[in-house]
């Protein structure tokens, strides 16, 4: 009995702290910015989600930016994403990268 409270805290753990780092969900797009090979995106919470090609690939930026206008036109919200800590880029500050989008129906 010990054994099995033990797990189910620890499972109830685990979910709260995956809850913490999805601090985007929810959000819709606002705002589309590019400059050079890269495009931010403002969010509904005022926040700009920054994808580098540099860290994501050709292939996985230009599958984010199809992603990403597909959810500003049709008004959909984001599910899981990971904003990192905020960084510099193109004359802006606090830019947070991301490098896992996805979407709610």
């Not at 054994?3 to 985007?24: D, E, K, R, T, Y």
């Not at 930016?65 to 959909?76: D, H, I, R, V």
């Amino acid at each position: 009995m010990k054994n099995l409270l033990v797990f189910f805290l620890a499972c109830s753990v685990s979910i709260a702290s995956m809850g913490v780092h999805a601090s985007g969900a929810g959000l819709k797009i606002e705002q589309i910015y590019y400059c050079s090979s890269d495009f931010a995106l403002k969010m509904s919470n005022g926040e700009w989600y920054l994808v580098q090609k540099s860290r994501v690939g050709e292939q996985k930026l230009s599958h984010f930016l199809s992603m990403a206008m597909f959810m500003m036109a049709s008004g959909k919200r984001t599910a899981n994403v990971y904003p990192g800590e905020p960084i510099s880029w193109c004359g802006s500050n606090n830019m947070k990268p991301i490098t896992i989008l996805s979407v709610q129906n």
